[in-house]
T-cell receptor, first 110, second 114 residues
């Protein structure tokens, strides 16, 4: 089955700096890559996604890039704010099922 | 408001007891899912259902059971056969199965086995 590796597991940045979270996947047939944000005590929420026919997608301060050849995709958050502090999960679709990465705890220091 | 409701939020259980976690959605979604969340291991799929009266095992179904008698409801039973049941359990739904669309999650149920 699909295997998704996510790095780093924790990330601490200063408010206003950028944050980058990287994921690699194993199945070259995967074609959909969502990112979820989980705030403390809540369920994850979709923040951005990308399909395999696109190399980059941006939504205000967040962007996702996909490199199908290398089988990795990344989440970029610019101008980080304290409310960006959360756990972020990447995921990849294999065989119509989502496989999640292990998560990254992002801490934005004011 | 439309959404997914999980209950209870916190649950304590003695070893050897079965416990059922509730999940209700009013989004009119066809598909529903149960995930288990452990620190550093992401979200692992326990069971999923793409339509009423049908469900399939996920990656870690051993020791768990589900039912899907109504579109709105997908309860999860953690049985005494589950060797390490202490975890955070998340229920989710999507408009249809196939997992190529957005998953909507509940706020989770934290189970602790004493």
């Amino acid at each position: 089955g699909e295997n998704v590796e996510q790095h780093p597991s924790t990330l601490s940045v200063q408010e206003g700096d950028s944050a980058v979270i990287k994921c690699t996947y194993s199945d070259s047939a995967s074609n959909y890559f969502p990112w979820y944000k989980q705030e403390l005590g809540k369920g994850p929420q979709l923040i951005i996604d990308i399909r395999s026919n696109v190399g980059e997608k941006k939504d205000q301060r967040i962007a996702v890039t996909l490199n199908k050849t290398a089988k990795h995709f990344s989440l970029h958050i610019t101008e980080t704010q304290p409310e960006d502090s959360a756990v972020y999960f990447c995921a990849a679709v294999w065989g119509n099922m989502l496989t999640f990465g292990g998560g990254t705890r992002l801490m934005v220091k004011p | 408001d439309g959404g997914i409701t999980q209950s209870p939020k916190y649950l304590f259980r003695k070893e050897g007891q079965n416990v059922t976690l509730s999940c209700e959605q009013n989004l009119n979604h066809d598909a529903m899912y149960w995930y288990r969340q452990d620190p550093g291991q992401g979200l692992r799929l326990i069971y999923y259902s793409q339509i009423v009266n049908d469900f399939q095992k996920g990656d870690i179904a051993e020791g768990y059971s589900v039912s899907r008698e109504k579109k709105e409801s997908f309860p999860l039973t953690v049985t005494s056969a589950q060797k390490n049941p202490t975890a955070f359990y998340l229920c989710a739904s999507s408009i249809r199965g196939g997992n190529t669309g957005e998953l909507f999650f509940g706020e989770g149920s934290r189970l602790t086995v004493l």
